[in-house]
């Protein structure tokens, strides 16, 4: 369908008249050049005039096609490739490199205003290398991470929070030679030791596939991380001094509730090993940011009315479900991502393509159940 058509085809959907056509048409363009064409799960020949005439296509009525319209148009959060890659750089710079610089101001008694001569001095050096960086999905891109970083070393950065005992060994052996060329001085092997650990990842609505509790079970990819360092039988085990470790979870985009969700059972976890856990978000999605089921009741009703139960598999009843429209979770969010829609998003926002309703942007998982 080409571009032309796609307009033609939404105009008559509708029902507009020349007038708002020519107020709406360029709107729709703009977002559409600007953004929402870049939308990677969109099949082929597909973009987003066509999938949005197509989706209001759906709704029975006129005013339905209206109210959710507007909805896109004032509410929908569109974050693309090159603001996720924003967030990515602006990562170390504005979050982590303060954390760093407040760590040895103390150990230097000096004020942390005194930045220039921090960033200089020999102790942040030492401290910069015994940070270690691990990625917890694709979704963190160390690869961008890395390269917007030239000052970390490539030998402390992964793209994986699993590691073997190889790539340990091999990593120890570096920290070392390192650490002798900052202090000009061989160490004995128990200082050899990463003291913080930064878990990188894009977005978390609810927290749940990172950490939660299950009859007193603890599962999830930070757990898994948990459990591979306590096991003292693994070499992993020895690369870090427990006595003095930070753990740090850092999200380029996650929501409040994510945030005091993984900041509560973090913490419980972690104590238990004495291991100090806290949370850096990069963009933090505020609580008002959900669907308001008082004052957008209108939309709220076409979530309902308009909805495949079908979405609710094995890892969806993981959540909450009670009003399962409002996604994952009930999460409520008007959010997409450039390289996916979360599933804390509405439904109708990305039912999947062999459902019974059409959702507007539609995912793709790994995690659904097969059929």
Not at 126 to 140: E, K, M, N, P, T
Not at 229 to 234: C, H, L, P, W
Not at 331 to 338: A, I, Q, R
Request: proline letters at 4%; a positive charge.
């Amino acid at each position: 369908m080409n571009e032309n058509l796609a307009e033609r085809l939404l105009a008559n959907i509708m029902g507009w008249s020349p007038e708002e056509v020519a107020n709406e048409r360029p709107l729709l363009q703009f977002l559409a050049e600007f953004k929402y064409d870049e939308y990677q799960p969109f099949s082929p020949g597909m973009r987003f005039l066509e999938s949005l005439a197509l989706w209001l296509k759906q709704f029975q009525t006129i005013e339905e096609r209206k109210i959710a319209y507007e909805f896109i148009r004032n509410r929908l959060i569109f974050i693309s490739n090159k603001e996720m890659m924003h967030l990515i750089s602006i990562a170390y710079p504005d979050y982590i490199r303060p954390l760093l610089i407040k760590r040895v101001s103390k150990v230097k008694k000096i004020p942390e205003w005194y930045i220039k001569e921090i960033i200089k001095s020999r102790e942040f050096n030492i401290v910069l290398r015994q940070c270690l960086f691990l990625g917890l999905s694709d979704g963190a891109h160390v690869d961008i991470f890395r390269r917007s970083n030239p000052n970390i070393s490539h030998e402390q950065v992964l793209r994986t929070h699993e590691i073997s005992n190889e790539r340990a060994l091999n990593m120890m052996g570096e920290l070392e030679k390192d650490l002798e060329k900052i202090m000009e001085n061989k160490l004995p092997s128990k200082d050899v030791k990463f003291k913080i650990v930064f878990l990188l990842d894009d977005f978390s609505g609810s927290g749940l596939s990172y950490l939660k509790k299950e009859k007193s079970q603890y599962k999830g990819k930070i757990y898994n991380f948990y459990n591979a360092i306590y096991k003292e039988n693994k070499r992993i085990s020895k690369m870090f001094e427990f006595s003095n470790l930070e753990v740090c979870l850092i999200l380029y985009v996650a929501s409040n509730e994510a945030k005091r969700y993984l900041k509560q059972i973090g913490e419980e976890l972690f104590n238990k090993i004495n291991v100090k856990f806290h949370i850096i978000i990069i963009h933090l999605i505020p609580d008002n940011f959900k669907v308001n089921e008082i004052k957008e009741k209108l939309f709220l009703n076409i979530m309902k009315k308009y909805y495949d139960s079908n979405v609710i598999d094995s890892h969806f009843e993981k959540g909450k479900h009670n009003k399962p429209y409002l996604g994952f979770n009930e999460g409520g969010f008007p959010l997409v991502l450039s390289h996916n829609t979360p599933n804390n998003s509405i439904c109708l926002l990305w039912f999947y393509e062999d459902m019974k309703y059409r959702g507007l942007f539609p995912r793709i998982t790994r995690h659904r159940d097969e059929l």
